[in-house]
């Protein structure tokens, strides 16, 4: 067996990206196919419906439920404004009456006559949909979405934290593996994505807070630093929706490891440029990668130089995602088609690679991702 298909993690220059840019359910589509739009573009936009709120009419008057009807001041459809008196009782000769006045703002969707409850629907909720990233609509899904295209540079990561974001690119660091501290942010980074190495401090991430960085980019970060900056220790399922002010990209994976000097290289080529970040990881089913999309500044919308086939082939970069090697970059240099048994006992397809500090090593092929380009 010559090839094989792997899992693949894009560090290219030169890529198509398309981004579907959907709405939670269906509303207004603003754009059409051919607009041009940039990262704060609204694409799409509707309205949650509101919060439906209980108000124990009948138990708060000591009523029937089934007569809640007669007292109320208000009927169905009706708009409702907090402290307004919804019902009233008689009381005794004409004194000690109960009422009953809103705690919500809203409309009067309902009153059940088993319970004598008043349901009171708060209003709706504006949400909105931007494009995230420069590009071009190429399609549109009627009244839920659009899909967004771009071409530029793509970076995708192991692990990140934080949502959508846009800054403009800084690269903080000397080299690759150089950790990112509080000393290298400036007080001008305000809007910036910065670069560091091997890592970054917790005290970096705190003066970049304190700087109105956007976002950060390293080769690895440490769990105790994610959890410092966080304040809670972070499920492996899926992240991006922490309520932080910046995102955070590890490109290599966890602890210290240097950035790719490939990427460090990518990165440092595009110093400047306007760049969409995202932290958002899946690892498990539908993985989703954390990215930093740089698109360029030409207007042509034509296919990348090259493309990303997913087939492990000799040459092919990549890199190792299991211990002893983990996070070490490599090239394929072999593809035995026969099983190999490895210390576990299993026997498994490998495959040889020459890691970057020139050292030969044999590893099974599932402990690799490609590096597409």
């Not at 690269?171 to 990112?180: I, R």
């Amino acid at each position: 067996m010559g090839t094989a298909y792997t899992p693949g993690l894009t560090v290219s220059s030169d890529s198509i990206v398309r981004k579907l840019r959907r709405l939670p359910l269906k509303g207004e589509v603003l754009v059409k196919v051919g607009d041009r739009v940039g990262p704060e573009t609204t694409v799409a936009r509707t309205q949650l419906p509101g919060l439906l709120q209980t108000v124990r009419v009948a138990e708060r008057l000591g009523i029937d439920p089934k007569e809640t009807a007669k007292y109320l001041r208000f009927k169905v459809g009706d708009a409702i404004a907090i402290g307004d008196l919804l019902a009233e009782s008689k009381g005794l000769f004409g004194m000690f009456k109960n009422s009953v006045t809103s705690e919500y703002e809203g409309t009067f969707e309902s009153l059940s006559e088993l319970t004598g409850n008043m349901l009171i629907r708060e209003a709706p909720i504006p949400v909105e949909i931007k494009a995230y990233l420069r590009g071009i609509v190429v399609d549109v899904f009627g009244d839920e979405g659009a899909v967004i295209e771009a071409r530029g540079a793509l970076i995708q990561g192991i692990f990140g934290v934080g949502g959508e974001r846009q800054g403009k690119i800084r690269v903080a660091v000397g080299s690759p593996d150089e950790t990112l501290d509080a000393g290298q942010v400036r007080s001008d980074d305000q809007g910036a994505i910065l670069i560091g190495g091997s890592g970054i401090t917790l005290d970096a991430i705190r003066a970049a807070e304190r700087a109105g960085v956007t976002g950060l980019v390293a080769g690895a970060v440490r769990d105790d630093v994610i959890t410092g900056f966080l304040g809670y220790d972070i499920g492996v399922a899926i992240t991006g929706q922490e309520q932080v002010p910046l995102s955070i990209i590890a490109t290599e994976g966890f602890g210290r490891l240097s950035m790719a000097r490939r990427t460090f290289d990518l990165l440092k080529s595009l110093e400047g440029r306007m760049a969409s970040m995202n932290g958002a990881t899946q690892i498990r089913a539908g993985v989703i990668r954390p990215e930093l999309i740089v698109p360029s500044d030409s207007a042509q919308a034509a296919q990348p130089t090259s493309s990303f086939s997913g087939t492990l082939e000799i040459g092919t970069p990549i890199r190792v995602i299991r211990e002893p090697y983990f996070g070490r970059l490599g090239v394929v240099t072999g593809l035995p088609p026969e099983l190999r048994t490895v210390e576990s006992g299993a026997e498994v397809r490998v495959l040889e690679a020459k890691l970057e500090d020139g050292s030969a090593v044999t590893v099974p092929r599932a402990n690799v991702e490609i590096i597409a380009g």
